[in-house]
């Protein structure tokens, strides 16, 4: 998936200030490509991530995420667009607690496909991160490496075109980090669009793009990719 954000600035209103989390970001993705976003905290890596997700709206400029301008389409159409086209993963997993790994990976598509089917999908999917075995363990009876398994593997439950990552590995010991960038390098192989940030360079040596953000802004402020 294709990814474009023209002239990007996002503020947030505190009690006593405006606080400028991006400003001016401009840089052009082509589809099939992993980019690596670093950075110190509060430099504006998740936010960069939530615009790209449509989970948050620009204050100024725009965001292109494959056909979608997030500008002119309601919260609804954002939602659904992301239901059908994007996969999160998040550093603290995200999963709930009351269900077991299988259903925590079913649940994204149980409201809009036969139980039966997305079943099927959902142990396919944990076969191939090596959590089919842990399927009927509740969160609490698994590693992090494994919670972070089982959290990619509810990302891909939609065949996504866009994976974005934030801080995957950030609660990971070396081993597990290496067997995550392992699926997510597999993962990429087959054309899909990665967007990751991290606080980890080692991270840097995997994907296509290394980019590293500073007070809200891009060190190299307009990039474009060519695939």
């Given amino acids: 998936m294709q990814l474009k954000l023209s002239h990007v600035s996002k503020t947030y209103q505190t009690s006593t200030e405006k606080i400028h989390v991006l400003k001016d970001i401009n840089i052009s993705i082509d589809s099939g490509t992993w980019v690596n976003v670093t950075g110190p905290s509060g430099s504006g890596k998740t936010t960069l991530l939530r615009l790209l ?106 065949d996504p075109q866009l994976i974005l990552c934030d801080e995957p590995t950030g609660n990971l010991d070396v081993e597990n980090r290496d067997q995550i960038m392992k699926i997510l390098r597999d993962i990429h192989q087959e054309g899909v669009t990665i ?27 307009t990039v474009q990719i060519v695939g």
């Fill in 53 to 158: 997700s449509a989970i948050e709206q620009v204050d100024e400029g725009q965001v292109l995420i494959g056909s979608m301008d997030t500008r002119v389409v309601d919260e609804e159409e954002r939602r659904s667009f992301r239901r059908d086209y994007i996969g999160y993963i998040f550093q603290d997993f995200q999963l709930f607690n009351q269900f077991d790994v299988l259903t925590n990976v079913m649940i994204p598509r149980l409201p809009y496909e036969p139980k039966e089917v997305v079943k099927e999908k959902a142990e396919s999917l944990l076969e191939a991160v090596g959590m089919l075995h842990r399927k009927r363990h509740m969160p609490s009876q698994i590693s992090g490496g494994e919670k972070q398994r089982t959290s990619i593997a509810r990302a891909l439950m939609n």
């Fill in 195 to 221: 967007v990751l940030v991290t606080h980890d360079q080692e991270l840097t040596k995997y994907g296509d793009l290394h980019f590293q953000m500073k007070d809200g802004q891009l060190i190299d402020k």
